[in-house]
């Protein structure tokens, strides 16, 4: 970047880079043997996956009052056969893999899937905050303005871009049972996303805990709740950190904001895919 910094991932066959984790999970990872009741959520980083998981969670479970668990060892990059099959059932098993990665399972015991995406402005400022600012995971002192322009060619689990019109492509043509969700929709009417996402796992729930879990799944009750995951930097809390929409107005210039603009029109040029800057 300008500023000279590199950021240290691994960097896999294809160019992709990634976080460094186990490489025996990583080549594993399709083999991986799921369960049909499995709910698998899938989404590029900072899209909203913990709260996806804290929603399924209470829906499977039927129940608000859930355990506090780290969703990192429900995530697929770091779990192994035997420690996945010691976990507790119903399991929620989170990834940003990409397709092509995903255990094959997906497509012969046929889980529930949710996805969820972001737009990219807020999911850009959302990975530059969570990585470089909070939990300082890289050795990175660029600004935001630096970052953008890493991000946009892909950082950690490679391009935003490449990920969102793969599953665009998925949603509409493979044979998983999937549902796409949207962060921004989920902040407008989030009761209502419960539900569809409680209809969608087949899971008979009353109105009244759907709307139980919709208030106890608002940004500032889960910021509230003790022992929620990855703890604090600095006072602060590394996974709930601001969960708006719109919050790259803070962070994009305006000349950023055309530039971002123009890259998108083109990177974004064969989707049908449109998302919500601001609510
Ligand atoms: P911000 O950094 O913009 O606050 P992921 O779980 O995929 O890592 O995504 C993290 C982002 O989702 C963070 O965004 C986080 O605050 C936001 N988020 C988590 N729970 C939320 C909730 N209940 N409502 C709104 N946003 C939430």
């Given at each position: 970047d300008s500023s000279g910094n590199t950021v240290v991932v691994r960097k896999l066959k294809d160019g992709r880079l990634m976080p460094k984790f186990d490489p025996e999970v990583l080549e594993n990872v399709k083999s991986l043997k799921l369960r049909e009741d499995d709910v698998i959520i899938l989404a590029y980083?900072?899209?909203g996956t913990h709260w996806l998981f804290e929603i399924a969670q209470m829906l499977k479970l039927g129940t608000t009052d859930v355990p506090v668990v780290s969703k990192s060892d429900f995530m697929i990059e770091y779990v192994k056969q035997d420690i996945l099959d010691a976990k507790p059932l119903p399991r929620i098993l989170n990834t940003h893999y990409r397709f092509h990665d995903l255990p094959t399972d997906i497509h012969t015991k046929k889980p529930k899937i949710l996805y969820i995406r972001r737009n990219p402005k807020d999911a850009s400022v959302s990975f530059y905050n969570h990585?470089?600012?909070?939990?300082?995971?890289?050795?990175y002192s660029g600004q935001f303005s630096d970052y953008l322009r890493l991000w946009v060619e892909g950082v950690d689990y490679g391009s935003w871009f490449d990920y969102v019109k793969e599953y665009e492509e998925v949603c509409q043509n493979s044979d998983l049972d999937i549902l796409s969700l949207e962060y921004e929709q989920l902040k407008k009417d989030l009761i209502n996303e419960v539900r569809k996402i409680s209809d969608f796992l087949e899971l008979e729930r009353n109105e009244e805990l759907i709307k139980d879990i919709s208030e106890r799944c608002t940004f500032s009750s889960m910021h509230s709740r003790k022992g929620h995951l990855t703890g604090l930097a600095d006072g602060q809390s590394i996974m709930y950190r601001k969960g708006d929409v719109g919050d790259w107005k803070n962070w994009f210039t305006v000349a950023e904001n055309e530039w971002f603009d123009e890259v998108y029109k083109e990177k974004m040029k064969d989707s049908n895919l449109k998302f919500v800057y601001e609510l």
């Open positions: 980083p900072k899209s990585t470089i600012k909070l939990s300082k995971y890289y050795e």
